[in-house]
């Protein structure tokens, strides 16, 4: 089953990268390309994974598929890489799909929480006798896999904002991640990690449409980023960005001086934003039901 699954990515794969390089604009052509692309990722993730946060029984036990898991994968996350290029290149590019995204942020979520850094205690000798288990179980593997995820989902969150399920989807894969306790400290230590939580401080208490000017854009400048990602991070629903700021805040759950230092800065901003508003409301140079008002509140 592997190596059919590879065979097939290694046709829909380079296909649909053919219509990103523009190689290919018919717009049958295109549609195809994605859908094939995006049925090779669903497949991927029913072969690697299951609804339980670990790897299935049959695929641990299959001595030497430790290659060829890796392949699937990292076929995968080069798919993804292009995406998010193109993405950063052309929101609204022709061989961009928020379904595939979709598709690629549920593989990496359930590939994440079962294959990085495993948790040994749920396995028997037979699983951990073979290669699977440790294709990710090196912390330094297991680091540049997060950081590419992190990395993914900041593309989508500053690209495509309104995108309901890719937003959704950004949210669920950063959570599982979190709530791994062999994956928090990665994540911690994650350079994309702390530019999400940059991304999250130079917003904290802007609107929408961020017409107040409160970007705090000194938060986001020794990371990288630009006023371009704060403007599409600013973009998100709030309801988004609390679902954001719940999956940072269990990562950074942790009682390391890293982690501590991380979750004070993500609270700090939030505590100084909502007492900032109740302050102006108690001193009535705010109408709490005005709509800015409102919009304030929800953001706290």
């Not at 292009?82 to 359930?110: E, I, T």
């Not at 896999?145 to 894969?173: G, N, Q, S």
């Not at 700021?245 to 934003?273: N, P």
Request: glycine fraction near 8%; aromatic fraction near 4%; proline fraction near 4%.
């Amino acid at each position: 089953a592997a190596e059919a699954l590879l065979h097939a990515q290694r046709a829909a794969f380079p296909r649909l990268a053919a219509c990103e390089d523009g190689a290919v604009r018919e717009g049958g052509e295109v549609a195809a390309a994605l859908e094939a692309a995006r049925t090779c990722v669903d497949l991927t993730g029913r072969l690697l994974t299951d609804e339980e946060a670990a790897v299935p029984p049959a695929v641990a036990r299959c001595a030497g598929a430790g290659g060829a898991v890796r392949a699937l994968a990292e076929g995968v996350m080069a798919a993804a890489e292009r995406q998010a290029g193109r993405l950063a290149a052309n929101a609204a590019g022709p061989a961009l799909s928020p379904l595939l995204a979709a598709s690629l942020l549920d593989f990496l979520a359930g590939w994440g929480a079962a294959y990085l850094c495993p948790d040994a205690s749920l396995y028997g000798p037979q699983e951990m006798g073979g290669d699977v288990l440790h294709a990710w179980a090196d912390p330094e593997r297991a680091a540049s896999a997060v950081e590419f995820c992190v990395t993914l989902c900041v593309h989508y969150l500053c690209h495509w904002p309104l995108e309901h399920t890719v937003r959704e989807k950004c949210a669920h894969t950063l959570a599982v991640l979190a709530r791994r306790s062999a994956v928090r400290p990665l994540l911690v230590a994650s350079p994309a990690f702390h530019r999400l939580a940059a991304l999250h401080v130079a917003t904290n208490g802007a609107t929408y449409r961020a017409e107040d000017g409160a970007l705090d854009m000194d938060a986001v400048r020794d990371g990288g980023l630009t006023e371009a990602h704060v403007r599409g991070y600013v973009r998100l629903p709030y309801d988004g960005r609390g679902r954001v700021l719940a999956a940072l805040c269990v990562a950074a759950s942790g009682d390391d001086a890293a982690s501590a230092a991380l979750i004070g800065r993500l609270i700090g901003t939030l505590q100084a934003s909502f007492h900032g508003f109740v302050a102006a409301v108690v001193a009535r140079t705010v109408d709490p039901r005005e709509h800015r008002a409102v919009q304030h509140a929800s953001l706290c």
